[in-house]
């Protein structure tokens, strides 16, 4: 039901969040960090805007997945020299890749094979008990020392209902202790991170607190 309403929303993601800082500084980040053609898996890659289009033209070879039809194919046309994949993000690093969805770099066989993730406000939309699973599957394909760029929402929720955009989502979340305390857990430090308020346009969303965390896996 998550990937129909993003089906549905479409373009419109963009619009109500049309400022990126804290994101783009993530993506420079890993531009500094890894070297040209590095692999990248972008997890949840939405429209492609911005992280996928702006790792790509800095010289990465990026690998996108997303559970939205609608999110895949915006994200096509903006940076289609991407690879791009249909598949559930619980179901990363496991068999089900393969079975379920004919993924099979993003199944066991891919273990250690990126140098990088992102993932930006895509594991909010897991329950709080699904995320650590889908952070240790993340960190199943990465290589040793491989780097993670998180964007999350802070706030104490778990698979909460929220209306977005004439939508309703399921979202989670994390205050920035605890969620430090659940990276460590699932094999990553935090190398560093910052908080931005953020109101989101056209909608009747509250300002939230954006936390953009620098991880890095560890053994």
Same mark, same amino acid.
Do not use: K
């Given at each position: 039901?998550?990937?129909?309403?993003?089906?549905?929303?479409?373009?419109?993601?963009?619009?109500?969040?049309?400022?990126?800082?804290?994101?783009?500084?993530?993506?420079?980040?890993?531009?500094?960090?890894?070297?040209?053609?590095?692999?990248?898996?972008? #997890?949840?890659?939405?429209?492609?805007?911005?992280?996928?289009?702006?790792?790509?033209?800095?010289?990465?070879?990026?690998?996108?997945?997303?559970?939205?039809?609608?999110?895949?194919?915006?994200?096509?046309?903006?940076?289609?020299?991407?690879?791009? &994949?249909?598949?559930?993000?619980?179901?990363?690093?496991?068999?089900?890749?393969?079975?379920?969805?004919?993924?099979?770099?993003?199944?066991?066989?891919?273990?250690?094979?990126?140098?990088?993730?992102?993932?930006?406000?895509?594991? #909010?939309?897991?329950?709080?008990?699904? #995320?650590?699973?889908?952070?240790?599957?993340?960190?199943?394909?990465?290589?040793?020392?491989?780097?993670?760029?998180?964007?999350?929402?802070?706030?104490?929720?778990?698979?909460?209902?929220?209306?977005?955009?004439? &939508?309703?989502?399921?979202?989670?979340?994390?205050?920035?202790?605890?969620?430090?305390?659940?990276?460590?857990?699932?094999?990553?430090?935090?190398?560093?991170?910052?908080? &931005?308020?953020?109101?989101?346009?056209?909608?009747?969303?509250?300002?939230?607190?954006?936390?953009?965390?620098?991880?890095?896996?560890?053994?």
């Amino acid at each position: 039901m998550q990937a129909l309403a993003f089906d549905a929303i479409g373009a419109r993601y963009n619009e109500a969040f049309p400022a990126r800082s804290g994101q783009l500084a993530c993506g420079e980040w890993l531009l500094g960090e890894l070297e040209p053609g590095a692999r990248v898996l972008d #997890i949840g890659c939405g429209t492609g805007e911005p992280t996928l289009r702006q790792l790509a033209d800095g010289g990465l070879s990026m690998t996108a997945a997303d559970l939205s039809d609608g999110m895949l194919a915006l994200a096509r046309q903006a940076v289609p020299q991407a690879r791009f &994949h249909q598949v559930d993000m619980y179901d990363l690093a496991t068999p089900q890749a393969v079975r379920a969805w004919g993924v099979p770099e993003l199944g066991p066989a891919a273990a250690r094979s990126f140098a990088a993730a992102t993932a930006f406000f895509s594991l #909010i939309l897991l329950p709080q008990d699904e #995320i650590p699973v889908v952070l240790g599957r993340i960190r199943d394909l990465l290589r040793p020392g491989g780097l993670l760029a998180l964007g999350m929402v802070e706030a104490d929720l778990d698979n909460a209902p929220l209306p977005f955009l004439g &939508h309703e989502l399921r979202i989670s979340g994390y205050l920035r202790e605890d969620l430090a305390r659940t990276l460590a857990g699932a094999g990553f430090s935090v190398e560093s991170g910052s908080g &931005h308020p953020y109101a989101p346009a056209s909608t009747t969303l509250p300002p939230e607190e954006q936390l953009f965390l620098r991880c890095r896996r560890v053994s």
